[in-house]
Antibody, heavy 120, light 107 residues
Framework: QVQLQESGPGLVKPSETLSLTCTVS????????WSWIRQSANKQLEWIGR???????NYNPSLKSRVTMSVDTSKNQFSLKMNSVTAADTAVYYC??????????????WGQGTLVTVSS | DIQLTQSPSSLPASVGDRVTITCRAS??????LNWYQQRPGKAPKLLLY???RLQSGVPSRFSGSGSGTDFTLTISGLQPEDFATYYC?????????FGRGTKVEIK
């Protein structure tokens, strides 16, 4: 059973860069897409983007200008950077695996989530 | 972006009830529709994918149907652990989007 764990600062100042890492255990990071999803205080879920183990990325167009994802297969980790953050970026951030179900790729494994607050 | 409209937003129910949650997409998503359950303080958990396919380990009282723009999640025989919030999500078009959730609460 694959497990995911987010790590990174819980507090980021406005205009600075949010950086999070997701460590995958119990399975290989290879040959899957890995996503970042956030949930704001009103419980709305928002997909941020995803990265394949080869480094190929897909980003949400609404966040694309501020987001960069990377992957380190040697460490079984993938990462998220979001620049120029504002209070609107305050949320619980989840990493998740895009499952491989043939033509379908639902999020079948999730990290526990980490709260990131943007405040000075 | 494809909008997903869930109804109702809140659903009072009792143990043993059969409950149905609806998810409507703003355009056809064929059957690229997934359902998740989220308990307080926990990450969402995948229940069904491809509109009607049960994820491994999920009880058979959960079922899904629909295609195109209209989908339903049904829980047949609500159990105490099923009081939670349920989200639909489409994986047909970037960006993947979620419904706003339906909270199944104790009547």
């Amino acid at each position: 059973q694959v497990q995911l764990q987010e790590s990174g600062p819980g507090l980021v100042k406005p205009s600075e860069t949010l950086s999070l890492t997701c460590t995958v255990s119990g399975g290989s990071i290879s040959n899957y897409y890995w996503s970042w999803i956030r949930q704001s205080a009103n419980k709305q879920l928002e997909w941020i983007g995803r990265i394949f183990s080869s480094g190929n990325t897909n980003y949400n167009p609404s966040l694309k200008s501020r987001v960069t994802m990377s992957v380190d297969t040697s460490k079984n980790q993938f990462s998220l950077k979001m620049n120029s953050v504002t209070a609107a970026d305050t949320a619980v951030y989840y990493c998740a695996r895009d499952g491989d179900f043939g033509d379908y790729d639902p999020f079948d494994s999730w990290g526990q989530g980490t709260l990131v607050t943007v405040s000075s | 972006d494809i909008q997903l409209t869930q109804s109702p937003s809140s659903l009072p129910a009792s143990v043993g009830d059969r409950v149905t949650i609806t998810c409507r997409a703003s355009q056809s998503i064929y059957n690229y529709l997934n359902w998740y359950q989220q308990r307080p303080g926990k990450a969402p958990k995948l229940l069904l994918y491809a509109a009607s396919r049960l994820q491994s380990g999920v009880p058979s009282r959960f079922s899904g149907s629909g295609s195109g723009t209209d989908f339903t999640l049904t829980i047949s025989g609500l159990q105490p652990e099923d009081f939670a919030t349920y989200y639909c999500q489409q994986s047909f078009n970037n960006p993947w989007t979620f419904g706003r959730g339906t909270k199944v609460e104790i009547k």
